[in-house]
């Protein structure tokens, strides 16, 4: 299987731990996203695989072999550097065919996978030309035409489209993804992101501080995330936590009270904590001038205009929390009081001391066997 399994893996430089104990495995043919802020450790991982950077402890497992040891030109892969890493002195032909040359790969073959990669990443008619005399979005198609004429069993990317335009980043993730469908590779992609991370991964692994956070499809990352971290890194605006406190069905924020219904009443009996945070992301926000069962009295405090929706800012009667809604039309004005609402599935409980997820109620779900791992289940 030409997947790839990290066993207990350690990379420290003297007493700095980059990467802490990480396990994980990544499936053959997966399009998978190491995906964090700078100096998570998600560029460390991604060389440790291409072999750049040997492991200070633990197994690393290619193809169903450990290859801690193995030198980076035997593993099988294809990699792309954030800074495109083309050769100044040749031109874009001998770019590309470079690496199949150094493995004296028969002349016809290599001709036959040059006119393709040309074709398929557009770069026909610029074949003579050095990589002083494209532009950015042509240099990074030059990158990505060497790694891909390789066929390797293994493509990793490495931010590669961090120093494109916003047009020109949407254009080259179709194309990545075009590229593994034609070929299905294993794909390990590094970015901090999360646009390219949703669209790109099949799953997505959030690093923070050396650690897995989280490995799930995208759909679960965005709507079921295991931590606080995890909560605030996906999303913009990011997801609103607040502190609250809970005891005996209630829960309290500042000096007003939300009465949670029995299918969270499990989830946090189960775990027994009373010190809690409340997550709610600012699209599931409702506020309104009246007020509903369920809801919270606010200050709005400022308004933002995104164009197509408005960013309102509320804070808290009674306490120092400010939430932010995102709202469409009635825009409340500054200064106004208003009503905050919020569905009870739309709803994520964190504890406030480990900052992990006390997991989701079975309600909110048709089939009980998709749960995740770190779904709490009754």
């Known amino acids: 299987m030409k997947n790839i399994v990290f066993e207990n893996v350690v990379k420290a430089y003297d007493k700095n731990v980059i990467v802490k104990n990480l396990n ?12 964090g802020p700078s100096g ?43 800074n ?14 470079y690496g199949l040359k150094a493995h004296k790969m028969n002349s016809k073959e290599i001709e036959v996978r040059l006119e393709e990669v040309l074709a398929m990443l557009e770069l026909k008619g610029l074949e003579d030309r050095k990589p002083k005399d494209l ?85 679960n990352v965005y709507n079921r995330p295991a931590s606080i971290f995890c909560a605030r890194f996906i999303g913009s605006p990011s997801m609103n936590i607040v502190d609250v406190d809970y005891n005996a069905g209630v829960l309290k924020l500042g000096n007003q009270e939300i009465q949670l219904p029995d299918m969270w009443n499990k989830i946090v009996n189960k775990h027994g904590k009373d010190k809690l945070c409340i997550g709610v992301r600012p699209e599931h926000v409702v506020l309104s001038r009246e007020k509903q069962a369920h809801s919270i009295e606010g200050l709005v405090k400022y308004v933002e205009d995104y164009g197509n ?41 964190f504890d406030r001391e480990t900052e992990k997820s006390l997991g989701y109620p079975v309600e909110l779900y048709n089939v009980k066997a998709e749960l995740p791992d770190n779904f709490a289940s009754e």
């Open 24 to 35: 994980m495995e990544i499936k053959e043919g997966e399009r998978l996203i190491l995906l």
């Open 40 to 82: 998570c450790g998600k560029s460390t991982t991604l060389r440790m695989i291409a072999g750049f950077e040997k492991l200070t402890s633990g197994k690393l497992h290619m193809n169903g072999k450990v290859v801690n040891d193995v030198p980076c030109g035997d593993r099988g892969v294809s990699m792309v550097f954030q």
């Open 84 to 97: 495109y890493a083309l050769f100044p002195h040749m031109t874009v032909r001998d770019n590309i065919i």
């Open 135 to 219: 532009s950015g979005g042509q240099r990074q198609r030059v990158a990505l035409a060497r790694a891909v004429v390789k066929r390797s069993d293994y493509f990793l990317l490495d931010e590669p489209l961090s120093n494109l335009d916003a047009q020109l980043r949407l254009r080259a993730r179709k194309e990545l993804v075009k590229i593994h469908e034609i070929y299905n590779q294993t794909l390990v992609y590094v970015t901090h992101d999360q646009i390219e991370a949703m669209t790109v991964g099949q799953r997505v692994a959030i690093m923070y501080k050396g650690k897995m956070e989280m490995l799930d499809v995208p759909s």
């Open 309 to 349: 929706n408005y960013g309102v800012y509320v804070q808290v009667r009674g306490d120092k929390n400010e939430l932010i809604a995102i709202a469409g039309e009635n825009i409340p004005a500054q200064g106004e009081t208003v009503y905050i609402n919020v569905g009870f599935d739309k709803i994520h409980l």
